[in-house]
């Protein structure tokens, strides 16, 4: 998928001095944010990736995935409400399944709200697919959350 981003976008891996920019936009963006030390574990950690999205030197989005046993796994993504719906979020997908796909995954999975249907559209364009939900799983608000899944590889 072609992706027109912003040209003044970087993305660029996650740092330590990105912590509090992050922490920032998690607890703006999301009802139940992530704690600051999930982000700590995403520098320190070699099974944990991050990716930020940089315009004029102000960190306006991040993401955050994993690959391991084969496949990949975005967790988070998110994207400043003031830079929404300028293909940021789809730059960051896109190098993220870039990256997954280098790694020699065979899929790449994630959880969504059912009820984010802005998100679940991006990631249908993508050639993510619904796999199934599970109940309950969101605390606040108390929410199932819908999977989804994407083949990398094709087979003979």
């Known amino acids: 998928m072609d992706i027109e981003k912003p040209e003044n976008l970087k993305i660029r ?3 330590k001095g990105d912590l509090i920019d992050i922490n920032v936009l998690e607890h703006q963006i999301f009802p139940d944010p992530w704690p ?3 982000f700590r574990e ?3 950690s070699e099974e944990i990736n991050g990716l930020v999205g940089e315009i004029d030197g102000r960190i306006v989005a991040y993401a955050v995935y994993t690959i391991g046993y084969g496949e990949g796994r975005l967790a988070n ?3 400043a409400p003031e830079f929404r719906r ?3 979020a789809k730059s960051l997908l896109n190098n993220i399944l870039k990256i997954v796909k280098e790694a020699n ?3 790449i999975f994630l959880d969504v709200r059912p009820s984010n249907a802005a998100a679940i559209s991006l990631y249908k364009k993508f050639g993510f697919r619904e796999l199934y939900t599970k109940p309950d799983y969101y605390r606040l608000p108390k929410e199932d959350v ?3 899944m994407k083949k990398l ?3 003979d």
């Open 86 to 88: 300028k293909s940021i």
């Open 13 to 15: 891996p996650m740092s």
């Open 105 to 107: 995954c065979e899929y």
């Open 36 to 38: 600051s030390s999930a």
């Open 153 to 155: 590889k094709e087979t």
């Open 77 to 79: 993504i998110a994207v």
């Open 146 to 148: 819908l999977v989804m």
């Open 42 to 44: 995403v520098i320190e």
